[in-house]
């Protein structure tokens, strides 16, 4: 069985950062694209960033776009998300999810994702 679980949310100032991570087990990441969402109160899930199997190409939101990076360590079968700049408006319930091998696509939307994590909770103070 594949579970994901986020750690390293929390609360920071704007224009502070934080680094997601998002440690999987019972499969590895190696051949899995990854990719991370985040769900506002009242808000739908919305895409943050996205990698492929091999971590090589990249996706970003506009919102986002210059101030987070997705990588992973397939080492340590952990995915990742660097928010630099951060902003109220990045206050939200952060996801990893996971997908198992889909060739070279980047996935951007949430149904592709076959697992996903419990969340954590990132609040950006103005």
């Known amino acids: 069985q594949v579970q994901l679980v986020e750690s390293g949310g929390g609360l920071v100032q704007t224009g502070g950062s934080l680094r997601l991570s998002c440690a999987v087990s019972?499969?590895?990441?190696?051949?899995?694209?990854m990719g991370w969402f985040r769900q506002a109160p009242g808000k739908e899930r919305e895409f943050v960033a996205a990698n492929n199997w091999s971590g090589g190409s990249t996706s970003y939101a506009d919102s986002v776009k210059g101030r987070f990076t997705i990588s992973r360590d397939n080492a340590k079968n952990t995915a990742y998300l660097q928010m630099n700049s951060l902003k109220p408006e990045d206050t939200a319930v952060y996801y990893c999810a996971a997908r198992g091998y889909i060739g070279w696509a980047i996935l951007t939307t949430p149904g592709p994702y076959d697992y996903w994590g419990q969340g954590t909770q990132v609040t950006v103070s103005s």
């Open positions: 019972g499969r590895t990441i190696s051949s899995y694209a």
